[in-house]
């Protein structure tokens, strides 16, 4: 108490006040970023209860096509099927109505008998959903275990299926990381990071037994789980199928979590701003269905480091010198444990080139939520039926 009294004696009340904010969310912060999400970088799945015998169960591999890509046939789909995997399919749902196209993706089957396709015809007056076209997907699969991707998205190494089936032996759920593309730019850099900061999220959360998403693009579960909710829900929007279907079917024991750079995937960036803030949009629009309790630990952490930011940034400018000093340090070593804390986890992800310049994404990434959130209070349409 006397040390309080003279705190006060020489600082004041605005100074006290400040300070304890100052700690409070200086201590808010390490919560993050020491305890919950370094759980990430020590993290082993095979801690969890097994529930199958084998590790290598039979698995299909599901991927929505809505455009002609023949990048996608010339080397996405390629990588896929070279996967170095026993026992597994990769069945091509095409929403289209280019026929040679088509005939091009059949005639890949003369050389690759686990892959399988089906056709869904474009019609204009009735829109095809990567829903639908992931349902039929499903149906169509011969094997129990279904993983999900996506054309836009690859596997970084041939050993990726093998870490996700693995995953099954631990879950119904398995959760995988992807990543975007390398690019040159600043632009791409804040894509990056944000992917790798807002996937610790989900996946510090899966890690504490409180799942709530993963990505659609590297993402399973098991037919069963799938049928005995009767499939996708929400199905009055065209996104949902890796949030708002996971908190449909996800218990605190049946989500695996393969944390491995070998079983994740890379998603191709395919602009800059503008295309990134739509995409933002668009995989954001199912947030507004979220329970309170992940809305609010979502919040928490950007919105304790911007009020961080700003009460430190305060007592450097208004306050005496020994009162900056502490303020000084107390920022320095909150930026150790954050800069310590992402270095693992980006390693154990398998991302690179994020340390250099992370000080400006800690500075801005805030600022870029806070955007989102304000752009996603607005319908995006393309994001609904």
């Given at each position: 108490?006397?040390?309080?009294?003279?705190?006060?004696?020489?600082?004041?009340?605005?100074?006290?006040?400040?300070?304890?904010?100052?700690?409070?969310?200086?201590?808010?912060?390490?919560?993050?970023?020491?305890?919950?999400?370094?759980?990430?970088?020590?993290?082993?799945?095979?801690?969890?209860?097994?529930?199958?015998?084998?590790?290598?169960?039979?698995?299909?591999?599901?991927?929505?096509?809505?455009?002609?890509?023949?990048?996608?046939?010339?080397?996405?789909?390629?990588?896929?099927?070279?996967?170095?995997?026993?026992?597994?399919?990769?069945?091509?749902?095409?929403?289209?109505?280019?026929?040679?196209?088509?005939?091009?993706?059949?005639?890949?089957?003369?050389?690759?008998?686990?892959?399988?396709?089906?056709?869904?015809?474009?019609?204009?007056?009735?829109?095809?959903?990567?829903k639908m076209a992931?349902?039929?997907?499903?149906?169509?699969?011969?094997y129990e275990h279904?993983?999900?991707?996506?054309?836009?998205?690859?596997?970084?190494?041939?050993?990726?299926?093998?870490?996700?089936?693995?995953?099954?032996?631990?879950?119904?759920?398995?959760?995988?990381?992807?990543?975007?593309?390398?690019?040159?730019?600043?632009?791409?850099?804040?894509?990056?990071?944000?992917?790798?900061?807002?996937?610790?999220?989900?996946?510090?959360?899966?890690?504490?037994?409180?799942?709530?998403?993963?990505?659609?693009?590297?993402?399973?579960?098991?037919?069963?789980?799938?049928?005995?909710?009767?499939?996708?829900?929400?199905?009055?929007?065209?996104?949902?199928?890796?949030?708002?279907?996971?908190?449909?079917?996800?218990?605190?024991?049946?989500?695996?979590?393969?944390?491995s750079p070998r079983?994740?995937?890379?998603?191709?960036?395919?602009?800059?701003?503008?295309?990134?803030?739509?995409?933002?949009?668009?995989?954001?629009?199912?947030?507004?269905?979220?329970?309170?309790?992940?809305?609010?630990?979502?919040?928490?952490?950007?919105?304790?480091?911007?009020?961080?930011?700003?009460?430190?940034?305060?007592?450097?400018?208004?306050?005496?010198?020994?009162?900056?000093?502490?303020?000084?340090?107390?920022?320095?070593?909150?930026?150790?444990?954050?800069?310590?804390?992402?270095?693992?986890?980006?390693?154990?992800?398998?991302?690179?080139?994020?340390?250099?310049?992370?000080?400006?994404?800690?500075?801005?990434?805030?600022?870029?939520?806070?955007?989102?959130?304000?752009?996603?209070?607005?319908?995006?349409?393309?994001?609904?039926?």
């Open positions: 108490m006397r040390y309080i009294d003279f705190f006060i004696e020489h600082y004041g009340w605005q100074g006290a006040a400040l300070a304890a904010v100052i700690i409070v969310l200086f201590a808010v912060q390490i919560h993050y970023y020491a305890r919950t999400y370094a759980r990430i970088s020590r993290y082993r799945n095979d801690r969890r209860k097994r529930r199958t015998e084998t590790d290598t169960p039979e698995i299909s591999v599901i991927v929505p096509l809505f455009s002609e890509n023949a990048e996608f046939l010339e080397t996405g789909l390629l990588k896929l099927l070279a996967q170095e995997y026993r026992a597994f399919e990769i069945v091509v749902v095409y929403v289209g109505l280019d026929t040679d196209f088509y005939e091009d993706l059949v005639q890949m089957r003369l050389y690759y008998p686990n892959l399988h396709t089906t056709k869904i015809e474009a019609k204009p007056h009735f829109p095809i959903s990567p992931i349902n039929l997907g499903i149906k169509a699969a011969h279904i993983i999900l991707t996506t054309p836009d998205a690859s596997p970084r190494t041939d050993r990726w299926l093998t870490l996700m089936a693995r995953g099954f032996t631990r879950g119904e759920i398995v959760l995988g990381y992807c990543g975007y593309s390398h690019r040159p730019g600043l632009a791409n850099y804040i894509m990056r990071t944000e992917r790798l900061m807002s996937s610790v999220e989900w996946i510090a959360s899966a890690i504490r037994r409180r799942p709530y998403r993963g990505n659609r693009n590297n993402i399973g579960f098991t037919k069963s789980l799938y049928f005995g909710v009767n499939g996708f829900g929400n199905l009055n929007m065209n996104v949902g199928e890796d949030d708002l279907f996971i908190q449909q079917i996800a218990t605190p024991e049946n989500v695996s979590v393969v944390l079983a994740a995937v890379v998603e191709k960036c395919w602009g800059g701003w503008k295309w990134w803030i739509d995409r933002q949009r668009y995989c954001g629009a199912t947030r507004q269905f979220y329970p309170q309790g992940i809305r609010s630990y979502l919040v928490l952490e950007h919105g304790s480091r911007l009020l961080f930011f700003a009460a430190v940034a305060t007592a450097l400018a208004v306050m005496p010198l020994e009162y900056r000093l502490a303020a000084a340090v107390i920022l320095l070593i909150r930026y150790a444990v954050v800069a310590w804390s992402v270095k693992r986890v980006a390693d154990r992800l398998g991302e690179r080139g994020i340390m250099a310049r992370y000080p400006l994404f800690d500075v801005a990434g805030p600022i870029v939520s806070i955007f989102i959130d304000l752009l996603l209070i607005r319908k995006y349409p393309s994001a609904w039926r």
